[in-house]
């Protein structure tokens, strides 16, 4: 258009000019001769450019000039603005459709049509294992899998690791293990991962259940692991062979060892019953045949409410839930139900049953979400009672029978006995160890913690032969014995001090600030309570001689270990535990160039290599219907609606294990949005 | 810019016209003055129109006109391509996060936090239902929902409509119904709708069963239909009731009534097991449960047959899949799992499992897809041949063990007894009767065939009071007794003829011409052996008396019955008997105002209100393994590859039965392009 103007502009200049119109400011005009009319003389008229072309041509031709073109016509901004509006949504169009269309095309190429013939070597001693061990079992030395192609073929050298699990500790060391370094294999009843902390909303139907699996063998694929179908039963230590069972092809079940070099223990929990009687009738969340079963019968207590021929004491016994125990179980739990029942069982369901549900939630301690921060638990509190969620806390449960939980509640200091009917009830409270962590235990003589086996702070099990052995996740913790230390820590001190014996150490305040961070690096849960290292000196040094001795030294350790607490059972911990021991696994394997890895070097190639375990609490999510609670910053909780309801789903969105988890996750949302929970079961 | 430039023309043009520069053809000049040079006289330079406008304020001021811009850069053809590119990129990305956006505004609108508190009345006979009938049990005369609200309300006074079953007869019938006509209950021991024709691909995870089920809830809701979750136990005709079972609360079995107007029975079949024993050591793929099991038990043979314990023998049979059965149940379970075996199971387990893998179908016709056309079966035969899926044909099945199939083949005209072990065995042969619909034959007396309840051709059950009980699906079959209405048909043609007494009836060619429009208006499935009327006439005028006597007529009617086949027991035909029952109750609802629908009026209200039943056959299609097969176009079928695998899908995504079933296929579909089928079992 501009070169146009240009070109139109010059055409005027030379008609202008060849008509004597274009005069310079140097040239004087002569006396120009007086203008003559002719009868050829074209008339100039200037409104538009093409006319002047127009009349460039017409110049030359004698023609009369055409008429003037009416001016354009306005569009009205209205207008305006819904063409660009069609433009936009043209564009959008075409957009979405070139993304289906590609995404179709994608999909063609995944289908294969033919066989695939290949010829693959399988070691014989892997169909046929030979026996050993000390029940002279089959040993799994070669996996059937071990030649298949080149890649896996290298790792065939390589130290043998065993996984036992896997949940949250085990995944997060194999993703965080570099693939060549070890010949992994994983064992463990389940060949998927679980997404625990988003499992209560699988009981409604919020999400599916197959959204929060993640089959185990993509990802120990990724490592170019092994994985075997198996439940762990015994290990033998000094042999470093782990006995595992599954049921064969017959039916029976079928023992066979599996040889490693460094196993890791990672075999989770089972739920701790507190010695209640009639647990039977009570449903577990742990599992994901546990989500299923709590929906299938949420629905069924549904159909049976609507009979003709259920009584109204019936129909209230069916649509009573009860949740025993209000941590962030039990409390998901109790708010998905309602809001399925709020959002869902109305739309479908006659609406006496909206009218007769209840939901309970039993704690024995004051406040639910007792251990978040406590403004957090006021919040869930006033937000259940808004909706009718029947909060009874500082009550214990004695014991359940078919159809009621029989509890004792402390009202004005006396201790009430009372029952509550229930059509369904959750048992959420706490974990215990499993039957072969208990086994392990008990083979170990220095365990002795209940609950759990017991590790060093390199998470490496204790009475098992140094380095061989770690645990992780719910199924262990980290033994605080700071204090047991004492000695080890004084003899280290023989240098600054001059003295040998740890009993006559004499420690300064300046010699106890250098002794102070080997504390702290050996037990790093206990930096905390290391702080102020002039108050705990002037504290301690109870004859004020200004020096520490030992027993003023072992009482403080002691102090400091009444206050460490054993690690929390989260998904969380195992989390940070399953990575610490992959980037220590990584660091070792390289660390003895020339050193075989099972050539224990005596000495503490762990500590050498990398530091000891330190647990970081992130903080703490809890979902309570339709909104969240966050105790992610100490002091600083937040909590709140919709808003937080999007921030909850975006932590758990972006810490899934897959795009494929995430993938279903949004689908599942969105299906929820779209059509509402389905309400059927089967 | 267009109004600018005319701005400048005009000014332009009264520059020029002051400066005496504008001449008109009209006028005359007279004598002009001389041009006097003056020194107040400006130039005019008109390159530009900018420049011109600055000439106009240059004339005022007597200021040098401004230097001529330059010419504007030329960008290359391909950075104009680029910024298109560029721009269409992100209008894309702005139209997709314009869609999220929307829809998450959306999602937050579905959460609802304040309870509704709405008080509704519900009737008292609802919650305590008189006893009455046979047996003395409530009679669900009041559901709890009748009065929910208005709408709801205004149905109570309408004929009460009673639906045994939730397949596709029931799902079609009641998606057709007019919402306002019926008081309608569902009565189903499933509280959903099954998709049948995909559960083949639920069986191994290219599908999820939740994408094949929809809630019966949501279809009864669009006609403000009840449904209960019950049993069929048995009918009371003369009473019209219904009696029905299910489990209470307290784990006992309740029997109860349900009354009707009008009764539709649809309770389908179950897998007919042709007497052959060991079907306990057999999955069936009926239900939603049975997909699941045998999803599971495939990953659960996978799993087994990695583990070291496991010999080579007991591989090759954990890994035998045998399908008795080549109709297309078992063809499309078959080629499923072929895909699965070939696309998902080589990536993730051990591949010598793949090389171990074998598929086998017993047929016991001579080809697979027998009721196909016969290039479609040889093009599935041909293509599983090529897929190494051994296919036996002539095959029949005597007996199966705990892990093998004993069979009989035709070989060399010699029947060879033979043996197949198994890991897994599907049995797809055939439906037989319910329970349920065996005892209402047996208490029919009329009812004598073996396999399905007898209808009339306006799906009137025989044998019960006329126009009370309909039967369509699986569990009815349309009788074909053209032969014995022949007297009533000779009766019929008394005023043409002449002649009452039926024996003794003549029929000209004529008349028999009147005759045959009579016969298929009555039995439309007749219409395809009544179509060369004079051929028909020739053969049966045996005495050649140019008439068709009594015996002759019989005679021709009863070769017709004997060609007539019974109706086949397909999703398909279920649906069509489905809608033909709506829209005929639709019209019979309004057929006699001033009439109560449950007087029945003498004769036949159903024949005067609406045709009879006719089946037309669509078409069958069958997967064979990334392929289909489609028999749509009689003697024009056509298959091939994956074009016609996306024509296969495209038409079960159109049949779904709502939008919530088509978008989670379209996810599964979308998941296992992207991620592949899960291999994990729980």
New interface residues.
């Given amino acids: 258009m501009?070169?146009q103007?240009?070109v139109n502009?010059?055409a005027?200049?030379s008609v202008?000019a060849r008509q004597g119109?274009?005069?310079?400011?140097t040239r004087?005009?002569p006396?120009?001769p007086?203008?003559?009319?002719t009868a050829s003389?074209p008339?100039?008229?200037?409104?538009?450019?093409s006319r002047i072309l127009a009349t460039v041509s017409a110049a030359a031709k004698d023609e009369p000039p055409p008429p003037p073109p009416p001016?354009?016509k306005e569009r009205s901004a209205f207008v305006r603005a819904l063409i660009k509006t069609a433009a936009?949504a043209g564009?959008?169009g075409?957009?979405?459709t070139?993304?289906i269309v590609a995404?179709?095309l994608?999909?063609?190429s995944?289908?294969?049509?033919s066989?695939?013939e290949?010829d693959?070597s399988?070691p014989q001693i892997?169909?046929n294992?030979r026996r050993g061990g000390p029940k002279n079992l089959?040993i799994?030395e070669v996996?059937?899998?071990d030649d298949?192609h080149e890649e896996i073929q290298r790792l065939k050298t390589k130290p043998r690791l065993v996984v036992l699990g896997s949940g949250w500790g085990s995944v997060a060391l194999i993703k965080n293990l570099n693939p060549e370094d070890y010949h992994v294999t994983v064992i463990s009843p389940?060949?998927?991962f679980l997404y625990t902390p988003l499992l209560p909303s699988a009981t409604v139907g919020t999400l599916?259940?197959?959204s929060l699996?993640e089959?185990?063998?993509?990802i120990t694929?990724a490592i170019r692991g092994h994985?075997?179908?198996?439940t762990a039963e015994d290990v033998d230590f000094s042999e470093k062979l782990v006995e595992v069972s599954?049921?064969?092809?017959?039916g029976q079940k079928?023992h066979?060892y599996v040889p490693y070099d460094k196993l890791v223990i990672g075999v989770g929990s089972k739920t701790r019953t507190h010695g209640v009687e009639g647990l039977q009738y009570c449903q577990f969340l742990k599992?994901?045949?546990d989500a299923r079963i709590i929906r299938k019968k949420v629905?069924e207590?549904f159909?049976?409410a609507?009979?003709?021929?259920?009584?109204?004491e019936?129909r209230r016994?069916?649509l009573s839930f009860v949740v025993c125990g209000g941590g962030p179980t039990g409390v998901e739990f109790a708010a998905e139900l309602f809001?399925m029942l709020?959002?869902d069982l109305?739309?479908?369901?006659?609406?006496?049953l909206?009218?007769e549900v209840s939901v309970h939630i039993v704690q024995s301690r004051s406040h639910i979400l007792n251990t978040y921060d406590e403004a957090l638990s006021k919040y869930a509190e006033e937000r259940f009672a808004?909706?009718?969620i029947d909060v009874l806390t500082n009550a214990r449960v004695c014991k359940i029978e078919k159809?009621k939980v029989i509890f004792t509640q402390k009202e004005e200091g006396k201790v009430v006995t009372k029952e509550l009917p229930f059509?369904l009830c959750l048992w959420s409270t706490g974990v215990a160890p499993t039957h072969f962590a208990h086994k392990i235990a008990e083979s170990l003589e220095i365990q002795k913690n209940a609950f759990a086996l017991e590790t060093d702070t390199h998470l490496r099990l204790l009475g098992a032969p140094l380095g061989d052995v770690y645990a992780i996740g719910d199924c262990a913790t980290v033994q605080n014995n700071v204090a047991s230390h004492v000695v080890e820590f004084l003899q280290s001190m023989a240098v600054e001090t001059g003295i040998r014996d740890p009993t006559k150490q004499e420690l300064t305040f300046s010699q106890w600030r250098k002794l102070a961070p080997r504390i702290k690096r050996k037990f790093p849960q206990a930096t905390y309570h290391l702080r102020r290292l002039d108050r705990l000196f002037e504290k301690y040094d109870e004859d004020k001689s200004g020096t520490l001795d030992f027993n003023e030294l072992t009482k403080m350790l002691q102090q400091i270990d009444k206050k460490l607490t054993s690690l929390p059972a989260t998904a969380q911990r195992a989390h940070q535990q399953g990575q610490y021991l992959a980037r220590k696994l990584n660091k070792l394997v390289h660390a003895a160039p020339g050193l075989e890895i099972n050539q224990i070097v005596d000495g503490d190639l762990d500590a050498f290599v990398y530091k000891a375990f330190e647990y970081k609490h992130l903080g703490s999510l809890a979902y309570v219907?339709?909104?969240a609670v966050f105790d992610v910053i100490p002091g600083m909780p937040f909590a709140g609606?919709?808003v937080y309801?999007?921030l909850w789903r975006s932590a758990y969105f972006a810490q899934s294990v897959s795009?494929?988890t995430r993938?279903?996750l949004a689908?599942d949302?969105?299906?929820?949005?779209?059509?509402g929970r389905?309400?059927?079961?089967?």
């Fill in positions: 501009l070169r103007r240009v502009t010059l005027v200049r202008i119109l274009y005069t310079s400011t004087r005009l006396s120009a007086p203008l003559r009319p003389r008339t100039v008229k200037l409104p538009t450019q001016p354009p936009f564009f959008a075409m957009s979405v070139a993304i995404f179709f994608y999909d063609a995944t289908y294969k049509e066989v695939d290949v693959i399988v892997a169909l294992p089959p799994a996996l059937i899998d298949e389940s060949n998927y599916e259940v197959r699996v089959p185990i063998r993509r694929g994985f075997i179908k198996a599954q049921i064969g092809p017959d079928r066979f599992d994901v045949n629905i207590n159909e049976q609507c009979l003709p021929t259920t009584t109204d019936e016994k069916l809001d709020n959002e109305t739309l479908r369901y006659p609406r006496i909206r009218n808004r909706q009718q159809d059509g219907g339709n909104a609606g919709l309801l999007y795009a494929r993938m279903l689908m949302w969105t299906k929820r949005a779209l059509f389905d309400l059927m079961n089967f």
